[in-house]
């Protein structure tokens, strides 16, 4: 295993830069890092001590509560602790296409599978 104070994770981007955000991925990774040393391996906590959707959602709240995307970072990364480790025993990752999306709701509060929604 490899000293977390050592490891070097290198991203593969097969499309326009412009969809992602390195700042945020950074994020992402410098929060994980504090909180290893904070509170230890996510393996030892989730999903037996603490809740990842719960905390997830009590971030989002926060976000719309104060506007601080700080807590976005958080709500990707309890995101992705339930990835890691699921809550729900029947969890499993089976790659869907736009057909099986609850698709993307507009501003106005329409929800839409279009791919090219005019905005």
Same mark, same amino acid.
């Given at each position: ?16 830069? %412009?969809?992602? %955000? ?11 890092? !504090? %909180? /290893?040393?904070?509170?230890?391996? !996510? ?6 001590? !603490?809740? $990842?959707? $719960?905390?997830?959602?009590? +971030?989002?709240?926060? /976000?719309?509560? *104060?506007?601080? *995307? ?14 890691? +480790?699921?809550?729900?025993? @029947? $969890?499993?990752?089976?790659? *869907? @296409? %736009? ?6 709701? *507009?501003? $106005? ?11």
């Amino acid at each position: 295993m490899a000293n977390p104070e050592q490891s070097h994770i290198e991203l593969r981007i097969s499309g326009p830069e %412009s969809e992602i %955000s390195v700042p945020f991925l950074q994020g992402m990774v410098n929060r994980m890092v !504090v %909180s /290893y040393f904070k509170f230890g391996k !996510v393996i030892d906590a989730y999903p037996e001590k !603490v809740d $990842a959707q $719960a905390s997830l959602l009590q +971030r989002l709240a926060k /976000y719309n509560e *104060t506007g601080n *995307t700080e807590f976005l970072i958080d709500v990707a990364n309890f995101a992705m602790i339930e990835f890691m +480790r699921p809550s729900r025993p @029947d $969890a499993s990752f089976e790659p *869907t @296409d %736009s057909g099986e999306s609850p698709g993307r709701t *507009t501003q $106005a509060g329409e929800v839409t599978d279009a791919p090219n929604l005019e905005l």
